[in-house]
Each structure stands twice: as C-alpha cells, then as structure tokens.
C-alpha cells in the first residue's frame, strides 16, 4: 500500500486550496492509512478558562481524517464529510498544541471510514476521538 | 415545563460569557425543551465554493444545544459537550444564514440529551443532522 | 412523494425475506419519508428485571429505518446499513412493545439517512433515539 | 493499573447474570483498559446469504466494552450503555466466529469511553468499528 502525497505535498496543497484553514494546521506525518496533523493553538481557539473549544477539536478531527484520505488517494479537493461522531473526554491544557493521529479503517471507491484520537503535544491521554466518513467523490 | 432564560437573556448571556463567538450567532427562540438558533454567515464560515464549512455547522449545533438546556436550566456557563454525532446531508447555500433547531429529549441532572436539524433561512431541506449530550456539572 | 410500499406489503416482504427477524416485528404504518415499526416484545428482547437489552432497541431502530427506506423505494432487499449512532436515554417499561419512529432525512442515490426515535406505546417519552445511514445498492 | 476481574472470572459473572446472552460469548482476554470477546456464530446471528446481523455486531460491541469496564472496576451488573456509535464497513465471513476488540480511552467515576473493532477471527481487516459510552451506577 503505497502512499499519493507526502507531509510536504499535502501541506502545500491545502495551503492552495484552502489558506484561511491551512495556516491553522500542519501535516506532520504520513504513513500507509495513518497520518498525524498538528493544530497549532492560538486566540481563536481557545474558549474561556484557556481550554481548545469543541469546533476547533472537531476542526482537527476533520482536517487529520482528509490528510490521510488525500495521503493514500492524492489531491481529490471535493472529498466531504458525511458523518463524524466525537466523544469529548478530557480538557486540552491551555498553551499547547493538539495533535490529531488519524487512521483509516476502511478505503473504498465511494466511501472512506477512519477514526482520530486527538492528544496534546507530548501527552497520550486522549482528549477526544472521533469516527469519520467521506465521500469520495467519482474520478473521471 | 417552564422556561428558564428567554432568547433575550440568552443572547446577553452568551455576549457577556463568549463575546467572539456570541457575535456569530443569535438565538432566535426558545420554547420548552426547544431553542432555535441562527448562524449569522460571514467570510470566516465559507469554503472555497461558497459553502458553509462542516466546523461551522458543528459550532451551529452545539450552541443551539447549549441553548435550549439553558434556556431550561438558567445560565450555567460550564455546561460542556460529551458526545456529538453529525451527519452532513446537502450542501448549504451560499449567502444565507443557517437556522439550527434544537429539541431536548431528555434532560437529567447529570446529562442532556437532544438532536438538532440545521437548514437554510427559509428552507426546509435538512443540510445536517446532529445528536449531541452535553453534561451539566454539579449544582452548589 | 409517493409511497412504493405500504405497511401490508412491507410485512409480506419481510416475512419471506426474514421470517426469523419479520415475526418480531410489525410495520405499522407508512407515510411519505417516515415509517413506524412495532417490537413485539417478548422474553428474547429482555434483561433481568424486566428491560428491553439494548441489542433489541437496536434492532429496532434498523429495521424501522429499513423500513421507511423501502416504503419509499420498493422491495431492495440488499440495502445494509452503514453507520448508527444511539443515544440511549431512559429504560423501557416490562411488558410493553416498543414502537420505532423513522423519518427519512436524505434519500439520495446511494446513500439514506434517517433517524429513528423508539417509545414505549401509548407514551411519549423518548426511551432511544438513532440516527441511520443505508447504502442502496445500485439498481439495474 | 491493575485489573479488577480476569476473563475466566468475568465469564463466570456473566454466565450468573446473563446466561441466555452469555451462551453467545466469550471473553478472552483481559489486560488493564483492554478486552477480546469472541461471538460463537451460529444459525441466530446470521441473515440471508450467511452474514453476520448488525444488531449480533451490535451486541458484541456492547459486550466487550462491558467486559473491559468490568476488567477494571470489578462486578456492577446495572452499568448502561447511554451511546453508541457504529460504523459497518465489510460484511463478516460465513461460518467464523467475530472478535470484537476493546480499548477503554477514558475511566471516570460515572461515564467510561472507549471503542471496540470487530474483526473474524484470524484476520486483521475491521469489519465494524464502534464507541460505545456506559453510565457507571453510584457505588456505595
């Protein structure tokens, strides 16, 4: 099982596709069916009490979930979320960055199934996990 | 079954507590075990395309349910999402807002359990569908 | 919107199809996008002390999706279902047959989604609620 | 982290318990915030065409994160499943026996999370991947 795009390919391609989302965020792993994205935490992140809010840990899940998908299939931009179920389990300490280790369970023609664990940097108590779909979209 | 907090007081609160994120959204009604919830759609919820970003959506779902257990409990700032579930069905529509729906099926001491339908102003095509259990801490 | 099936012919089909599952089971009514399936409960269904397991309420949310899915369609048979997520909120009554409430979401080409909530009959309190996808095979 | 129960003495507690759904499975193996139990497939668990049922899926999904949160806290029969959430992704093999593979993330005093992957017995591809959440009862 071979993989499409690198860490590097990735990261410059979601930067053309998507600037506003991808300064946020860095691919820094790519593997057979794996990949590992970093949220870099700032302001906008954080919620009262210096805690990550909910939208940016799922905004991780989302983005960890397409860097592995892209990883194996290659740049398919119009790839979408059809379904994400998240368990919030612990509370990110403020000031640190948030890793999300995703991995695909599943790499079909139409539908990819995977799942994340989202941690703080240097830390393997998982704050979150989530399980994702995405529809791929046909390939001419 | 009273209401606890009116759309008016929710509205205050949520400036007071969260100003960034309150500025994004309005509560529009709130009715027993019910609250409605606009996303007030703007540059920063978009994809290239034109269409709301699936963490936007999210971020609608969760605040809708927020809303309704408050609006049923009164301002408890520390409520916090445990579980959420959410499937993403059409695309919404550029340059209109989101309305989220929200309805409590069960509201406990320790855990709320509700789902909300997210569509566009005028609309009743259902874009996303979400299942979401917030946990309400101890009362003093 | 016009019904492919109604409740007759959706029991019929199940019987031949599944006899084991349909005699559990009674579709009760169809409606355009929504379905309402009976579980017959009966001592297979039950935990010590008197509740219906959750496997059984399981059951119950797939196959009233199931058969909201084809009311809609027509007799597929193969239609499998790929993602659920239920939240399980009060416990059922002894004694009492559970009924399963599905409204069609989305039907689309491949993909239908839906969510089901399951009561006691006679009450209106929701004792689960589950949102479904099912994949439609192609048709020739 | 020391276990509270080993696997013959969680098979001795559920057969107690639970004989009729006991008869079905079996745990494995125990290892702290891990858990395998085996569902012996026979003619109840099959639909047409010699698949394995989801709500059979559905039931060692359930079993095996109950088995962990058993593995580690010891014998409290009323801990609940509150949600669970399901991906279906490849049909079982006829006529082997399904492993469901479990892995407690979070152990609070009241909510355990954790997920389970389900595959046949002997192979590494994940027929069905769940989290499961279970509401653990008040100790006195």
Known sequence: MHIAMDAASLNAF???EFPQVAAQFRVERIAPMEADVRLMVDEQH?????????????SLADLAMYAVLLGMIGPVALAVTTNASIDFMRKPEAGRD?????????????????????????????????SMTYAIPPRR
Chains 1, 2, 3, 4 share one sequence.
């Open 14 to 16: 979601m930067h053309a």
């Open 98 to 130: 948030l890793i999300g280790r995703a991995r695909l369970h599943k790499l079909g023609k139409t539908l990819a199934v995977g799942d994340v664990l989202i941690v703080n940097e240097g830390s393997e108590a998982v704050l979150a996990r989530a």
């Open 46 to 58: 954080l919620r009262p009490g210096g805690t990550v809010s909910g939208p940016s840990m799922f």
